[in-house]
């Protein structure tokens, strides 16, 4: 039953809500961190480890270092490429974003940036420099090479070692989705800014694996009588507005695009799942 409810399912993989605005600077120590608690500042090519912190007493739905032993493990499969197609078309959208905004941006940051997917689609007159953080060593050694002078960074998304108003352009794709503190991210996001900086990002939108998640839930019914979640929660779109606007955005853009993804079966919906490192 559940292989026949998911033949041939489209938009198991889709939803991707891309979100931007503007940084309006709120007043110091809003959010994790003040400038004292920055560990780095972007000054040279080598590349910083920096570990995240727990904060005392938060709820936390994700392994954090279950993720980066899971994206570090894809990272050194013979063909990481081959399942990177999702992450390639996401990249260039939000790299579209950054050529619609008529100005260059001298020092930008890229949030989860995996093998590069951004940063392969954007240009030296754009962005002159870009620093590129993700939480998994192994992506950044394999990073994608690129036209525009590049730092990497291993660090957890949710604790940015970066000092307030430090970038004039952060970027984000299909990562966020996996921290355990969106709100915080966003917070975290917002501090490294500058006044005038801009965020253009891409995550899994509320109804990504839809057909998926209820082919599991109504045989798990039918079987046990009952199910437990096999999917990862994903924000819903009409909640990001409010969200950035939380964490001292303004001039907000958020909007949808839908991507069809048709397999034959479930076990292949599960191998390309397991390879992308994206649930």
Not at 161 to 187: G, I, M, Q, Y
Request: glycine residues 10%; aromatic residues 8%; negative net charge.
């Amino acid at each position: 039953m559940v292989a026949a409810a998911v033949r041939g399912a489209a938009r198991a993989l889709g939803g991707a809500a891309a979100v931007g605005g503007g940084a309006a600077r709120a007043p110091r120590g809003w959010g994790w961190g003040g400038s004292s608690r920055r560990l780095w500042a972007p000054s040279g090519p080598a590349a910083a480890v920096v570990r995240s912190p727990a904060a005392p007493g938060a709820l936390s739905p994700f392994d954090r270092q279950l993720k980066r032993k899971q994206k570090n493990w894809a990272a050194l499969q013979p063909e990481p490429a081959k399942c990177d197609y999702l992450r390639e078309e996401v990249g260039g959208r939000v790299a579209d974003r950054v050529f619609d905004i008529t100005r260059a941006f001298p020092l930008a940051l890229d949030v989860g940036s995996g093998r590069g997917y951004i940063a392969q689609h954007l240009t030296k007159e754009t962005v002159e420099k870009l620093i590129q953080v993700d939480i998994a060593e192994n992506a950044l050694k394999n990073a994608r090479e690129t036209e525009i002078p590049t730092v990497n960074v291993v660090a957890d998304e949710e604790f940015l070692p970066f000092k307030e108003d430090t970038f004039d352009l952060v970027v984000s794709s299909l990562s966020l989705h996996w921290v355990n503190d969106l709100p915080r991210a966003f917070r975290e996001i917002h501090q490294v800014l500058k006044p005038d900086g801009v965020f253009i990002g891409a995550m899994f939108g509320g109804d990504t694996l839809y057909e998926l998640r209820c082919s599991l839930q109504l045989a798990e019914l039918e079987r046990e009588g009952g199910f437990s979640p096999h999917v990862s929660p994903f924000t819903a779109v009409s909640d990001l507005g409010h969200l950035l606007s939380r964490a001292g955005f303004n001039t907000l853009t958020v909007d949808t695009d839908e991507i069809q993804v048709n397999y034959p079966g479930l076990f292949q919906v599960m191998e390309d799942l397991q390879a992308k490192t994206y649930f």
